[in-house]
């Protein structure tokens, strides 16, 4: 689904991802583990399309197409979603507006019908308890006044409504209180299925305890140093970062 | 597409208004005298005390200087190469269309005002005001069964003089600034409504503006009186063609509620605001003002102004009654080189007054977009209160946005709130919306739409339709 070859990127002229090589393919769920400043969330931004960020080199193929030149709205029309570590807050602009619309151009893309407003509120209504959401969410500003667990919550909503092939999720665990990280764990449980890919950038191992990775990527100063199954974020837990030795 | 593309593109779009009707003109020679004054009063047939009123403010102009306060920068005006009566050649019969220039009637036509009966905007009474004269008032026959009087501002002092003897200049006096003062002098059209005791108007009330003519200014007066326990809501809108030369607007509005009348006024301003260097435009210097005279009432102004070359408008309420509420929403939108000084002004006189003050900037391109307002607390307004929003947002980094909030409390027991922001679409805000599968275009406009939001909600039906599409905003439908 996702093959990442040789990626370099930099912002401002400063290269931050030196050379990464992973592949996702449908089903599984990579977790992406690493120190502050390791280039974790640029990982996912430059995936997702961030236009402050240049690919150098290498190639980003989603299920075939190099998309390392594509606007960030077309690839999220492809079905890449991307969890924002910090959701912006979009003052006057009602949940349920921002989610239709978006619904609506990923369907037109695919050459089906768009939902109206009253179909919308039928399918929307239908997701809100993935994430344990009141309604009322949906007439708010996006984001507006949202606490942290809620911002979350709503990323993952929106990931649930959108129903994207590849799922981003950074650092959605940071913040969160015991329950809402169970909230939001149970969520992602519930959406993904044999036909998606993850990807989950965390820092800590304790959102693994929730949702189990097929796989542990280490990533230090740009590059993958380490990669494993499951017990590599354990490992972390009890050894920290510094003892991950480099394994080229 | 480029970050600024899209922005340009939604802020930027072509002006749709720009075209000039071609219809004969009995136009007045350039300049200004007192001879022109008792021209203009003449042709119109006015009584004596007008041409009085006139000749007075006249005056007390020649005496006045041109404020040089505003935040805005022209080259001076030369008053003396203006035509101060412009009015298309075929008369108007009161109450026919057919004598009227069917290219003008065309021209409504293609603004989307139509005039002829058969094709009536649903429930709105309009009034057609074509450079200097207003050309035809729909739906006069069912506003008069139910008493309310909605006519041009001519025709009402020639047949309701002791009405307008009463009511003109008494918010807006003659000599209250100097461009109120030249309207006062030369003003040549505009309407008039009176709703009478008791009465809630039964339709919306609209003026629709039209300067054709290149050499002309346009100076309307309007004068809305609500009686007691009456209520209206009224629609003003503005379009001109593109000339290179800069044309002045100077109008005057005068509302008038008395014990628990209310009056709604809303403005939605397309004049043609010059183009990308900042040649031609109109430039709109506007007197707009509203007193709450009796207890318990209610003067709103919604503003959205979108044109002009340079706008300078600041619609106000006295609180003079108990009780009385007054409120102005706006939102100003510069691009270019356009520039505007807008804002309010709330004058707390009675007991217990209410204000509120709603206004959002919105600068692109070169411009600058300045608010300026005034809160006034008067000795007597014990339990006065105020509470003021004014939100700037910036699109690119070559405008200017500014704040000159002044605050005067003459008495402990009010309170005033005041709150302000400014931001920037910023790069994240777009990537955002991108990110959930929006083209960048539509993430643009519907970041405006939120900004923009707790203003147009104030809008009638048919001018919030009018609004957003001018702010090129797709709205689809807000159920959900």
Redesign the interface.
């Known amino acids: 689904m996702l093959q990442i070859k040789n990626l370099h990127a930099s912002v401002d002229g400063i290269e931050i991802l030196k050379g990464i090589n992973l592949e996702i393919k449908a089903g599984e769920v990579h977790a992406i583990m690493g120190p502050n400043g390791s280039g974790k969330s640029t990982l996912s931004k430059v995936v997702?399309?961030?236009?402050?960020y240049e690919v150098t080199q290498g190639e980003i193929l989603f299920e075939g197409t190099d998309i390392a030149e594509l606007?960030?709205?077309e690839r999220?029309?492809m079905g890449i979603?991307?969890a924002?570590q910090y959701?912006?807050e979009?003052?006057?602009?009602?949940n349920?507006?921002?989610?239709?619309?978006?619904?609506n151009?990923?369907r037109r893309?695919h050459g089906e019908e768009e939902l109206?407003?009253?179909e919308?509120?039928d399918y929307?209504h239908k997701k809100l308890d993935l994430v344990e959401m009141d309604p009322k969410f949906?007439d708010r500003?996006v984001n507006d006044g949202f606490s942290g667990g809620e911002k979350k919550r709503n990323e993952i909503l929106?990931m649930a409504v959108?129903n994207p092939k590849l799922a981003l999720l950074d650092e959605t665990d940071s913040g969160l209180d015991i329950d809402a990280l169970r909230i939001v764990s149970n969520g992602i449980n519930q959406i993904k299925s044999s036909d998606k890919g993850v990807m989950l950038v965390t820092h800590y191992q304790r959102i693994l305890n929730y949702i189990t990775p097929d796989y542990v990527h280490v990533l230090k100063a740009g590059r993958i140093v380490k990669s494993g199954g499951k017990e590599l974020a354990l490992e972390l837990e009890s050894q920290g970062y510094e003892e991950v030795e480099e394994i080229r | 597409m480029s970050?600024t593309d899209a922005l340009d593109s939604v802020v930027s779009q072509p002006y749709k208004y720009g075209f000039k009707t071609e219809v004969e003109y009995d136009d007045f020679p350039r300049g200004l005298n007192e001879d022109i004054i008792r021209m203009i009063s003449q042709r119109k047939g006015e009584p004596d005390f007008m041409l009085e009123f006139r000749l007075k403010a006249y005056r007390n102009w020649l005496t006045m200087k041109e404020p040089t306060w505003p935040n805005v920068d022209y080259p001076p005006v030369d008053y003396n190469n203006i035509i101060y009566y412009s009015a298309p050649k075929k008369k108007p019969k009161l109450d026919s269309l057919d004598e009227v220039d069917p290219a003008i009637l065309e021209t409504y036509e293609k603004l989307g005002i139509p005039l002829h009966e058969q094709k009536l905007l649903q429930n709105v009474a309009v009034d057609a005001v074509f450079d200097s004269v207003s050309v035809a008032t729909t739906f006069r026959a069912k506003l008069a069964e139910a008493g309310v009087i909605f006519c041009s501002i001519s025709e009402a002092v020639k047949d309701y003089p002791d009405l307008i003897k009463k009511y003109i200049g008494s918010v807006v006096p003659a000599n209250d600034n100097y461009f109120a003062a030249l309207n006062s002098a030369v003003f040549t059209d505009g309407s008039f409504c009176y709703i009478p005791k008791g009465v809630a108007c039964p339709m919306e009330l609209s003026t629709y503006f039209r300067i054709n003519n290149e050499e002309s200014g346009q100076f309307e007066r309007t004068l809305i009186v609500a009686e007691e326990g009456a209520s209206v809501s009224y629609l003003e809108g503005c379009t001109a063609p593109m000339f290179s030369k800069n044309q002045l607007h100077a109008a005057v509005v005068e509302l008038v509620a008395l014990d628990n009348a209310e009056i709604k006024y809303s403005t939605v301003q397309n004049w043609y605001s010059g183009d990308k260097n900042g040649v031609g435009g109109i430039y709109n210097f506007v007197t707009k003002r509203g007193i709450c005279r009796g207890v318990n009432s209610k003067i709103s102004w919604t503003q959205v102004e979108t044109g002009s070359a340079i706008t300078w408008k600041y619609p106000s309420v006295i609180l003079q009654g108990d009780n009385s509420i007054g409120e102005f929403y706006s939102v100003a939108v510069t691009n270019d080189k356009m520039q505007a000084d807008t804002g309010t002004k709330m004058i707390h006189l009675g007991k217990n007054t209410r204000s509120t003050i709603i206004s959002k900037g919105i600068s692109a391109g070169q411009s600058n977009n300045s608010y300026r307002g005034l809160v006034k607390i008067g000795k007597k307004a014990d339990g006065a209160r105020n509470y003021s929003v004014c939100d700037s947002m910036l699109i690119g980094d070559q405008c200017g946005a500014h704040t000159f909030p002044y605050i005067e409390s003459a008495n402990s027991t009010a309170s005033i709130e005041h709150e302000a922001t400014t931001s920037k679409i910023?790069?994240?805000?777009i990537?955002?919306?991108?990110?959930?599968?929006?083209?960048?275009e539509?993430?643009v406009s519907?970041?405006i739409?939120?900004?923009?939001?707790?203003v147009f909600k104030e809008l009638p039906m048919e001018f919030a339709v009018e609004a957003t599409k001018l702010l090129s905003i797709k709205l689809?439908?807000?159920?959900?």
Do not use: C, T, W
């Open positions: 997702a399309g961030h236009p402050a606007d960030a709205d999220a029309r979603f991307l924002f959701p912006v979009i003052p006057g602009v009602s349920s507006m921002l989610m239709r619309q978006a619904y151009a990923i893309e109206d407003p009253l919308f509120d929307v949906l500003s929106q959108l | 970050e910023g790069e994240d805000q990537f955002y919306l991108q990110q959930r599968g929006l083209d960048e539509n993430a519907l970041i739409n939120g900004f923009v939001k707790e689809e439908g807000s159920v959900g």
